[in-house]
């Protein structure tokens, strides 16, 4: 898949969209009213996917959220039985007599997590390697900040 620059979590989505034949949506995780909520959410519906996320958060946590919910899809996981509590948490557009599949970062301890993490990571540090243009605006100096964070050794401009 050819990633477009600059990159974009969205326009990676529709990209992978397109290369699935499956309509892919990025939605934002409602309050979670005290709640134990994952931070992503993986919904697969029979026609298309929904991933969930949390809206306070950074451009680059959002991203890893993101990819590990991807990473999932790629992987072929399945989700848990016990996810009905979860959805019905939820906001009421899912539906849960839609839901196709649910999968939701609950516990960290399943290979199925450990592999989605190491593949989100692995799909970062690919993004972090592609060529970009330095940017003056106020956002280009916060992504320049936060990828110099992200890798204290390595590009540092």
Known sequence: MRLQQPFSIESFCEALSAQRGRRLVLRELPDSDGLRLPCGLWV??????????VAATSQRHRQQVVFHEIAHMLL????SSGMSSLL???????????VSAVFGRTRYATDQEHDAELTATILGEIVD??????????????DRVDATMAHPRRNCQ
């Not at 697969?44 to 969930?52: K, L």
């Not at 072929?76 to 989700?79: I, P, Q, S």
């Not at 390697?129 to 916060?142: D, F, K, Y």
């Open 76 to 79: 072929d996981h399945k989700g």
């Open 129 to 142: 390697q592609l060529p970009t243009e330095p940017s003056t605006s106020s956002r280009g100096v916060l």
């Open 88 to 98: 019905a948490a939820l906001p009421p557009e899912i539906a849960p007599a839609r």
């Open 44 to 53: 697969a519906y029979p026609d298309e996917d929904h991933i969930w996320h």
